[in-house]
């Protein structure tokens, strides 16, 4: 059974920064990313990454977050900078076995960017 294990969210003030992290056991995965919902807002893809390393980012992200894997640790990271108050959300770290394609999801972790 694939378990998702998330760190690092927390309360910041707005130009912080947070690095978040979540690692998975007992597979490989082709793609990881993270995705955030924000109170009265869908859901978002923020950032992906295949086990090549190819990234992809939401137009709202790109140039202050970075998503990086480590794949023999089976972990993903975003770092965040420059973080504004729009960007408070429940994170979520999502990946894709490579075996079945099946989709696995961490518990989330609360991001709070204050003004």
């Known amino acids: 059974q ?5 760190s690092g969210g927390g309360l910041v003030q707005a130009g912080g ?3 978040l992290s979540c690692s998975a056991s007992g597979s490989i995965f082709s793609i990881m990313g993270w995705y955030r919902r ?11 990454i295949t086990s090549g390393g190819s990234t992809n980012y939401a137009g709202s992200v ?3 977050f970075t998503i990086s894997r480590d794949n023999a640790k089976n972990t ?5 900078n420059s973080l504004k108050p729009e960007d408070t ?17 961490g518990q989330g ?7």
């Open 38 to 48: 924000a109170p009265g807002k869908q859901p978002e893809q923020v950032a992906t």
């Open 89 to 105: 959300a429940v994170y979520y770290c999502w990946f894709r076995r490579l075996s079945d394609t099946g989709d696995y999801w």
């Open 109 to 115: 972790t609360q991001v709070t960017v204050s003004s």
């Open 62 to 64: 790109k140039g202050r």
């Open 76 to 80: 993903v990271y975003l770092q965040m």
């Open 17 to 19: 920064s947070l690095r």
């Open 2 to 6: 694939v378990q998702l294990e998330e």
